[in-house]
């Protein structure tokens, strides 16, 4: 079965400072990876996707994400933190095999605390 | 686009009582999603549908749960005799169609509290 683990349950960092919120998956063949942000008490807002070709992938809101395949990582960056980034990050994941071919599989969410 | 829609935002429901959500997807969206959140956790896969056709439903959705998307456009998640377990906020989601890269889309939700 594919599983998604984001291993903090918060992030902090100071505004200005780079980010980074980890992410791990396990699927059975090739990991088709999202992020998505959620602000309190709304709803999930897609950032970038990995499906294909380069390992860096730029989204929105100056974040990217590095898909590394033989750790079986997505870890989601930003080089510059803002306390507007505060929010509760989510990592996904389809598949074409074991049942994840139609569904995102999420992980339990990081939640991302930027200080001034 | 005007977004995944949701309808209500919110609700309060006592325990028992019959509760139904609405939602819009996005225009020419042919797929449309349900998910279930819970505090502290990431969304649940609920069930989907290929325009009309629901194709896949989860073991978490019991059979107090119904799903209907009755002309492929707008779908219904109606709750049925609910219970204080059904708290939760509701998620629907949708994509242009099948092919596993697509983004998928999630509107605001729809919180439920059952009292």
């Known amino acids: 079965a594919q599983s998604v683990a984001q291993p903090e349950d918060q992030v902090n960092v100071a505004e200005g400072n780079p980010l980074t919120v980890k992410c791990t998956y396990s699927?059975?063949?090739?990991?088709?990876l999202f992020w998505y942000v959620q602000y309190p008490n709304r709803g999930l807002q897609f950032l970038l996707k990995?499906?294909?070709?380069?390992?860096l992938v730029k989204g929105s809101y100056g974040f990217e994400a590095e898909f590394n395949k033989s750790q079986t990582s997505f870890h989601l960056k930003k080089p510059s933190a803002l306390v507007s980034d505060s929010a509760l990050y989510f990592c996904?994941?389809?598949?074409?095999?074991?049942?994840?071919?139609?569904?995102?599989?999420f992980g339990a969410g990081t939640r991302l605390a930027v200080h001034p | 686009d005007t977004g995944v829609s949701q309808d209500p935002r919110h609700k309060i429901t006592k325990r028992g009582q019959n509760v139904t959500f609405r939602c819009d997807p996005i225009?020419?969206?042919?797929?449309l999603y349900w998910y279930r959140q819970t505090l502290g956790q990431g969304p649940e896969f609920l069930t989907y549908?290929?325009?009309?056709?629901?194709?896949?439903k989860s073991r978490l959705l019991s059979n107090r749960f119904s799903a209907e998307r009755p002309k492929g456009s707008f779908s219904t998640l109606e709750i049925q005799r609910t219970e204080q377990g059904d708290s939760a906020m509701y998620l629907c989601?949708?994509?242009?169609?099948?092919?596993?890269?697509?983004?998928?889309?999630f509107g605001e939700g729809s919180w439920l509290t059952v009292v």
């Open positions: 989601a949708s994509s242009p169609g099948p092919d596993i890269g697509n983004t998928i889309y």
């Open positions: 699927v059975s063949g090739n990991p088709y």
């Open positions: 990995y499906i294909t070709g380069d390992n």
């Open positions: 996904a994941v389809r598949s074409l095999f074991s049942g994840g071919y139609n569904k995102l599989i």
């Open positions: 225009s020419e969206h042919n797929r």
């Open positions: 549908f290929q325009n009309e056709a629901q194709l896949e």
